[in-house]
């Protein structure tokens, strides 16, 4: 099972207007742009009239129309699919909304993005029927949007990956999650791939499975005990010359 996630240059552009309020009920509107890709081919505008957060009516540019989501709604939905003036405004705010401003508010953090440290790492090996896990984590990353997916042998996996929704740090950093579930299968080739504003390209992680985790932990404490005892072994040697620098030799 997967979990509706939002792709990397995804962007929600809200603009809400309050019709009135009474005894605490209330009616409102908003405008959403979303999108996904980077030369905004896929934009769609949600246009959609609310009554006490219960959608009522929705424009969706993707269907072109209007649609009812209750009784009063529906009669709304037809109405307005009806009129072509106002068809064609919403069919044209695609991109004179939200085009335009995707690109306003893209242009602005462009300079300001911050790469993602991105960790690969097994958290279930595979036992009898049971699938292996790989969990693939995005950190430290600005801006927010944000696209993690699995390849498996050159192909996007579209099964048994869930992931998280990006989520705040608290210090104007984010960070996701990923996991895929597999059945191990001998050469294979599997990666996390991670699109973000601060590559032109797409940053691709390959899964190793030929060492578990607990051997590449004992491989890097080994390298690190390796790398301490030669320089140890480097100062020794240089006091020690240094220390023979000094002595006069008496012969008896």
């Known amino acids: 099972m997967s979990l509706p996630k939002l792709f990397v240059f995804h962007l ?4 809400s207007a309050f019709f009135g309020t009474a005894d605490g009920f209330y009616y409102y509107f908003k405008s959403d742009c979303i999108y996904s890709t980077k030369d905004y081919s896929d934009m769609v505008l949600l246009h959609s009239y609310s009554f006490n957060k219960n959608v009522d009516v929705q424009y ?5 129309k209007f649609v009812g989501f209750s009784e009063e709604g529906v009669k ?3 109405y307005w699919n009806k009129d072509k003036a106002i068809m064609q405004k919403l069919k044209a705010a695609v991109d ?11 242009s602005t953090i462009t300079d300001k993005s911050v790469k993602p440290k991105v960790m690969l790492s097994s958290v279930k090996q595979a036992s009898g029927r049971h699938p292996a896990m790989l969990l693939c984590s995005a950190y430290n990353f600005y801006p927010e949007k944000i ?3 699995w390849m498996r042998d050159g192909k996007v996996v579209t099964s048994d990956v869930t992931s998280t929704m990006e989520m705040a740090d608290g210090d104007w950093y984010y960070q996701i999650h990923s996991e895929l579930e597999y059945t191990p299968k001998s050469g294979e080739k599997i990666s996390c ?3 973000h504003a601060s590559s032109t390209q797409p ?6 499975p030929s060492m578990s985790e607990s ?3 004992k491989i890097a404490i080994g390298a690190s005990g390796l790398v301490l005892g030669i320089i140890l072994a480097a100062a020794g040697l240089i006091y020690y010359k240094k220390k023979s620098a000094g002595r006069i030799l008496v012969p008896n």
Request: a negative charge; one cysteine or more.
């Open 96 to 106: 004179i909304f939200c085009r335009y401003n995707a690109q306003l508010y893209d």
């Open 203 to 208: 940053m691709v992680y390959e899964w190793d």
């Open 193 to 195: 791939v991670v699109e």
């Open 76 to 78: 709304w939905a037809d």
């Open 215 to 217: 051997d590449r932990n």
């Open 12 to 15: 929600m552009l809200m603009l």
């Open 60 to 64: 969706n540019s993707t269907l072109g």
């Open 147 to 149: 696209k993690v997916y």
